[in-house]
């Protein structure tokens, strides 16, 4: 039985991606904004609606028949500077207000379709824009809140209480152009996150929190690939013993497996670890994936670095891995890391298939106090 949200209520979110629809009696025009942890939007790409659908993380669905207007949510797919998305909507009549035609959130399980909860709001008055419900961060866990916030001006209104300006377009100089969304001067926006590319230019050099979807010309890529990790140590004549895993985790952030050198094949060879590679090798360990052939429900993979003899990567420099195709030997993209820290645990990479069955990689840089993969499950599971 699905239970209704009361106006405030806060329940968890029970599936990392889910669409919020929006109906009423009225035409409406539903949006999402983006929000970083001091309550401001990053950039005009935060607002996300008809002109613009989409998003990191955020994708606008046109009403089509019977089928509403919606706002799905990739949580795992969000920038880690994004703590709150907001679901919002208008009236497309200027003259219309919501005074007995209340809206009703219907938040569904993107993956299934599953309804989780519904939500409508109290009696309204002389409001044109409401601000419906809030997905946001807790910890390492996202929840969804029943706000039902009215605004009587319109997105103007709304925008302005999040330190924006919601500007009309200049259709004598361009027609086709969407109206701004433009943050204020004061205070200035905090900084958008790196931007997602592909490999439509080759190889690909990210930097910490980038990624890169692994697409090339709208495909994805046609065979396997091998993600490899190396380093030194950091006074010549020292050794350096460090392992590489991969850890998988369903749509919960639930670990499905790991693969390490104790276990080098899991999910029937769609990933296989490589272990220590020989000595001419530029390489210290690598694995091969076959993405294709994953189970669907592994929904993202975390490339993680751990020294069980308690080794700390300041003993360490010029960490880096490196994505190859494992047929020609090509580099397609590259991250060095950017900094050691005193800690025998360090998260390299996540590898996140997104509502669109693509694979994004993102580079990351997060050291964790564990010395063996066991301990780096929890600590990689709130970076999805």
Not at 77 to 91: E, G
């Amino acid at each position: 039985m699905t239970t209704a949200l009361a106006q405030g209520a806060t329940a968890p979110l029970t599936a990392v991606r889910v669409t919020v629809e929006v109906t009423a009696r009225q035409r409406l025009d539903v949006v999402a904004v983006l929000l970083t942890s001091a309550g401001r939007v990053r950039s005009d790409a935060d607002l996300i609606r008809r002109q613009s659908p989409r998003g990191p993380g955020v994708l606008h669905r046109p009403a089509t028949g019977s089928v509403p207007q919606a706002i799905t949510v990739d949580t795992w797919a969000l920038p880690r500077d994004v703590t709150r998305v907001l679901v919002a909507a208008n009236l497309a009549d200027p003259r219309a207000t919501f005074a007995g035609a209340e809206p009703t959130a219907t938040v569904r399980d993107a993956a299934t379709g599953r309804v989780i909860t519904t939500f409508t709001p109290p009696r309204l008055q002389r409001e044109t824009a409401l601000l419906v419900v809030e997905v946001h961060r807790r910890g390492a866990e996202w929840k969804l809140r029943a706000v039902g916030r009215g605004y009587p001006d319109g997105l103007a209104g709304l925008a302005a209480e999040f330190g924006a300006s919601a500007e009309e377009p200049n259709t004598a100089a361009d027609p086709r152009r969407a109206p701004a969304f433009t943050p204020a001067a004061v205070p200035p926006p905090m900084p958008a996150a790196p931007p997602r590319g592909t490999l439509d230019k080759g190889r690909a050099k990210l930097v910490e929190d980038g990624s890169v979807a692994l697409v090339k010309q709208g495909r994805p890529l046609p065979g396997p690939v091998r993600l490899a990790v190396g380093w030194a140590p950091a006074r010549p004549g020292h050794g350096v013993d460090l392992d590489v895993s991969c850890l998988a985790f369903d749509a919960r952030r639930e670990r499905l497996d790991t693969a390490w050198f104790m276990k080098r094949s899991v999910f029937d060879g769609a990933v296989r670890h490589l272990g220590e590679l020989p000595a001419d090798s530029p390489d210290a360990e690598a694995l091969d994936l076959d993405l294709a052939a994953l189970p669907t429900e592994v929904c993202g993979l975390v490339l993680v670095v751990n020294s069980f003899s308690g080794q700390r990567f300041t003993e360490v420099h010029g960490t880096y891995f490196r994505l190859l195709d494992p047929a020609t030997g090509d580099e397609l993209v590259r991250y060095d890391l950017p900094r050691t820290d005193p800690h025998p645990g360090l998260i390299l990479a996540k590898l996140v298939r997104h509502l669109s069955g693509e694979w994004v990689l993102t580079a990351l840089a997060t050291s964790v106090d564990a010395k063996t993969a066991r301990g780096m499950v929890q600590p990689a599971s709130r970076l999805l």
